[in-house]
């Protein structure tokens, strides 16, 4: 997986009495439970250790376990750290206790809902020192899209954002490799690249646990919505947005996948992003983003400000 660890934060669970065995408390940015996940998609699951935990003591054995309905299969476990979660705004001080960040695989064979068939839920659970949370429901859909930013993708452990915080920039780059940002700002015509996770199956398929042989396509065709409004909300792209040119695995990685696109010319008159972004009483003041890529499918989509030179 190179040196490259996907940690997807954001979890809001608040204290209660620490239970005596493990307990599950939510997943990723899609906290609370049930949980819609894609066949390969990286999750990470935030579980309360219990009673007998001591935070000072070295990290825990930690197993994952996938029920798809009829069996129970191993998930792969990526990375384990332990995070303290932040209960209230910055007027709380209030913390919950010590919790463990375990990122994790769904398997890339998990059995697919679809718009006409939907299937029962499968579950998720973990294990803590060989002691097992109750599963908890999730649902698969063939993608479940989530582009990715400066805070899901981390080298070591980080405290989870709270929404009165400067929004987290998206992971979105230049053909260098370098991330588009309001300093370093995309032009007209220029083709970026946006990484995600729950893109779903590719052809030729993934293996799960292992990198991307290949940058393999995804099976199921993303669209692509551009706004160019400042700090626009994601759209929805279809139904006649066009396709991405690429969307796929990105080779040597573990669950993360890129889609492709081609900067469109911007209008006249567009004002460009500030450096600095303020916030007052939980609302954005200034331009964080001029233009809005969304991406998606019949199933899920999701989008990104990112910010674009004026003509």
């Not at 250790?49 to 935070?55: D, K, L, T, V």
């Not at 649902?139 to 452990?157: E, F, G, K, M």
């Not at 995600?196 to 030729?204: E, I, K």
């Not at 010319?265 to 001029?290: D, E, H, K, M, R």
């Amino acid at each position: 997986m190179r040196s490259l660890i996907l940690v997807l934060l954001g979890a809001s669970a608040c204290c209660a009495q620490t239970p005596s065995g493990p307990v599950l408390m939510g997943a990723g940015f899609s906290n609370p439970f049930p949980l819609a996940v894609a066949p390969g998609q990286l999750l990470t699951l935030y579980v309360q250790p219990g009673s007998g935990y001591n935070p000072s003591a070295p990290l825990p054995a930690v197993s994952a376990a996938f029920w798809n309905g009829t069996a129970e299969e191993a998930m792969p476990v990526l990375q384990t750290v332990q995070v303290t979660t932040g209960c209230g705004g910055p007027s709380s001080p209030v913390l919950c206790t010590n919790v463990l960040a375990v990122t994790v695989q769904v398997p890339v064979n998990a059995p697919i809902s679809s718009a006409i068939v939907v299937l029962p839920p499968s579950a998720v659970a973990l294990s803590v020192n060989n002691m097992k949370t109750p599963y908890v429901a999730v649902q698969t859909w063939a993608d479940h899209v989530h582009i990715l930013t400066a805070c899901d993708v981390i080298l070591s452990p980080a405290a989870s954002t709270s929404v009165f915080e400067t929004p987290c920039a998206p992971m979105i780059t230049h053909a260098d490799g370098t991330q588009v940002t309001a300093a370093s700002p995309a032009v007209a015509g220029e083709e970026l690249v946006a990484y995600a996770t729950g893109l779903g199956q590719t052809n030729p398929a993934l293996t799960t646990g292992q990198p991307a042989a290949t940058s393999s396509p995804t099976v199921t065709t993303f669209s692509l919505d551009f706004n160019y409004r400042p700090n626009a909300l994601a759209t929805d792209p279809l139904p006649t947005a066009p396709a991405a040119p690429f969307a796929g695995a990105t080779q040597g990685f573990v669950g993360l996948y890129q889609i492709n696109f081609t900067v469109p010319a911007p209008p006249a008159g567009l004002q460009p992003c500030t450096n600095f972004v303020g916030v007052a009483s939980g609302f954005i003041t200034g331009i964080n983003s001029n233009l809005t890529v969304s991406v998606g499918s019949i199933y899920s989509f999701d989008g990104a400000g990112i910010c674009v030179q004026p003509s």
